[in-house]
């Protein structure tokens, strides 16, 4: 027996909920055992206090054809976490790991060139990436963090558009990949799509082991692979279901697996997760009356949910039946919503030393200091070599100043 799985949950447990939040995704690998640890509704709980983690939603909707953001933490106060610090107005187009890609548009003269901004809200550090082809407007963005720790942030930020030439029954759609580590837009292969493959345009994509995933209009998922940048569309994740449900269908990443969570005119909600990828493979977790709770958002634990209400959202504990949290929102509707589980740790947003570009970034000092922006039209690592230098000419200095 391996010697992970001879330790207690309970020895087991203190431990994991002292871990760090980068550590715990490589914990969930160790074992099953471990694995469920980190899912049960009391870590879930403990660890962001423990661990200082800021843990919670961020909710999207429009008012006035303007959209409006807020965060909804999980537990305690609230907190300061907005995107404030960033060009106005923005929207969130992504989220992973702590990590949240924004989108920014230029002018009323030119609502389709916008500026793209990945930032982190828990440290207020931004910086702008260079536009794709924005000759062709946006249908669906997804982001994943391949690395945040310890040297450099690298992620991979995924465009697909709408190109003007299409026929009766198919849609050619553009693709782009952004490599943080190349500091490019590489546009991949058009893909030619069905009608009835359309994507569905008011949620935001799930990111599940480095895959995104959509549920499109007729109820199919596709799926974009961005480590292999390949896509393919998967069937019905459940037969039979009707137009009722579809309307209120929504994608989850539930316990790091792909969810699907259906809720009916009835009063009640169905919760289904992806047991395998290759058939791929569905089984049914939870169906639970929802009475006056709302239409449920997102699933943070198994007695935890994030509802809608009418200009407000509730986080439900032991649900159904106690509300903990009621958040008023400027919006009637929320349309989407984000995930968020980030540390208060700076991460290193500068593009790669070796390309040239004009970039913005504003780190906010973790003791309450000011910030500082810094914009850079030459290579990143000018500044080390003039602060090599000036500490040259200050050595040389002090020796004369001795003789």
């Known amino acids: ?44 709980d403990l660890h962001p206090p423990r661990t ?15 959209y409006w953001s807020g965060f909804v933490p999980v537990a305690g106060e609230p907190l300061d976490i907005s995107l404030g610090f960033l060009p106005q107005p923005v929207r969130i187009e992504a989220c992973d790991r702590g990590i949240l890609l924004c989108r920014k548009r230029r ?19 931004w910086v702008r990436i260079p536009n794709p082809k924005t000759k062709y407007p946006t249908v669906i963005t997804s982001m994943v963090v391949v690395r945040s720790k310890p040297k450099y942030l690298h992620y991979k930020i995924l465009r697909i558009s709408k190109h003007q030439a299409q026929s009766y029954d198919w849609e050619l759609l553009r693709c782009e990949i952004f490599d943080s580590k190349d500091w490019t837009w590489k546009r991949l292969a058009d893909m030619n799509i069905l009608d009835e493959y359309v994507f569905s345009s008011y949620q935001n994509p799930v990111v599940v082991g480095g895959r995104a995933f959509w549920l499109t209009m007729k109820g199919y998922l596709f799926m974009f692979d961005m480590f292999k940048e390949t896509w393919r569309i998967l069937p019905e ?9 579809n309307r209120h269908a929504r994608l989850l990443n539930h ?41 449920p958002l997102a699933l943070y634990s198994a007695n935890v949910a994030l509802t809608q209400g009418f200009f407000k959202v509730s986080l439900c504990r032991s649900w159904p039946g106690q509300t903990a949290n009621v958040f ?4 009637v509707r929320v349309e989407q919503v984000f995930p968020f589980f980030s540390d208060s740790e700076p991460s290193n947003f500068a593009a790669p030393t070796k390309h040239f570009h004009e970039i913005t970034t504003r780190h906010h000092n973790a ?29 040389l200095a002090v020796c004369f100043r001795n003789r």
């Open 1 to 44: 027996m391996p010697q992970a799985d001879r330790l207690s949950d309970n020895l087991i447990f203190e431990i994991l909920t002292r871990v760090p939040l980068e550590t715990v995704g490589r914990c969930r690998a160790v074992s099953q055992q471990w694995n469920r640890i980190t899912y049960e509704p009391s870590f879930m």
């Open 52 to 66: 200082r983690t800021i843990a919670g939603y961020f909710v999207q909707g429009s008012v006035y054809c303007n």
């Open 107 to 125: 002018s009323d003269s030119a609502p389709y060139v916008p500026q793209y901004y990945v930032c982190k809200p828990s440290t207020k550090e």
């Open 237 to 245: 994740p459940i037969a039979g279901v009707n137009k009722e449900y």
């Open 255 to 295: 316990e790091g697996k792909l969810a699907l969570l259906l809720t009916g005119m009835d009063s009640f909600f169905e919760l289904y997760v992806m047991e395998d990828l290759r058939g791929p493979l569905w089984g049914k977790r939870n169906s639970v009356c929802l009475e006056e709770m709302g239409r």
């Open 328 to 331: 008023m929102t400027k919006c």
């Open 367 to 395: 003791l309450g200091g000011s910030s500082v922006k810094t914009s850079r039209g030459r290579r990143i690592g000018m500044p080390y070599k003039m602060i090599l230098i000036s500490a040259f000419f200050l050595i």
